[in-house]
């Protein structure tokens, strides 16, 4: 049985990626972007099945409209995929608060405005998927993409809550984590603070950890069959790391949390008033 899909960030990366993936397969697509003359090809090829939309996902009022038109389209909404997002790249005290607002305009209330947006018409058919797309960022944080990593974590908390208060009605959330992939985050579409010459001697150390946790990024067209799989799963997880890296990142990172709270756990426990 073929899906409906509603697609933000289409026009490159995972989302174009995932476009391809759902179409070539059969299924109809709402495919948005800030310039839909990007998806002028998969119109060309794909016909009808896929709704170029313009959309900027920060624009509540834009975002109501463009998931409207999907379903008046399409008579349904199956997958719903927040993968709109950028990175901003700058050293905690770098960042402007317009730069700090912008991030989270985008990476949290663009998928909260979708989510919203779409979840009346989820729930009135009694099912749906809401894939919300994270990093390896939004469980661990790195230096130098502190506020990328805040906006990541706050898109994570949204969707766990989230998973919880529309299970009773069908609705299935999944949250991927991607690892390195060989797309522009880091290029063209990344933005940068203007940059605090007392951070230079850390900013290069800092660059050269990221090159280290990169190691040999991952090919963006290898996810299209794990994120049909992921939609496809009769039980689809909460979360779900794409990439080779991520899991080793975030066993070290959660060892150390567990074993730093057991060290303190005497402190703990004596902050809370009663004798252990």
Do not use: C
């Amino acid at each position: 049985m073929s899906k409906t899909w509603f697609i933000t960030g289409a026009s490159r990366g995972f989302g174009r990626e995932w476009t391809i993936a759902a179409l070539e397969r059969g299924d109809t697509v709402a495919a948005t972007a800030r310039d839909t003359s990007t998806l002028d090809d998969l119109v060309q090829q794909f016909s009808d099945r896929i709704l170029p939309l313009r959309l900027d996902v920060t624009d509540r009022d834009a975002v109501l409209s463009a998931v409207k038109l999907a379903h008046d389209r399409f008579g349904r909404l199956d997958v719903v995929v927040n993968n709109a997002g950028y990175g901003q790249f700058g050293m905690v005290e770098e960042i402007s608060e317009a730069e700090a607002r912008a991030q989270f305009d985008t990476n949290v209330f663009g998928a909260l405005f979708v989510t919203q947006a779409a979840l009346p018409y989820l729930r009135e058919q009694g099912s749906g998927h809401i894939l919300q797309v994270s990093s390896i960022g939004g469980i661990s944080a790195f230096p130098n993409i502190g506020i990328y990593n805040a906006s990541k974590w706050a898109l994570e908390a949204l969707s766990q809550s989230l998973a919880a208060e529309v299970a009773d009605f069908g609705i299935k959330v999944t949250i991927i984590e991607p690892g390195a992939y060989s797309t522009d985050w880091g290029g063209a579409s990344a933005k940068h603070a203007t940059a605090d010459p007392a951070y230079e001697a850390f900013r290069e150390k800092a660059a050269e950890q990221r090159k280290a946790r990169a190691g040999n990024p991952g090919d963006p067209v290898a996810t299209r069959d794990a994120v049909l799989e992921v939609v496809d799963a009769e039980n689809p997880p909460l979360r779900i790391f794409f990439g080779n890296g991520p899991l080793a990142i975030a066993t070290k990172d959660y060892e150390s949390r567990l074993a730093t709270w057991r060290e303190w756990e005497r402190v703990s426990i004596a902050a809370h008033g009663t004798k252990p």
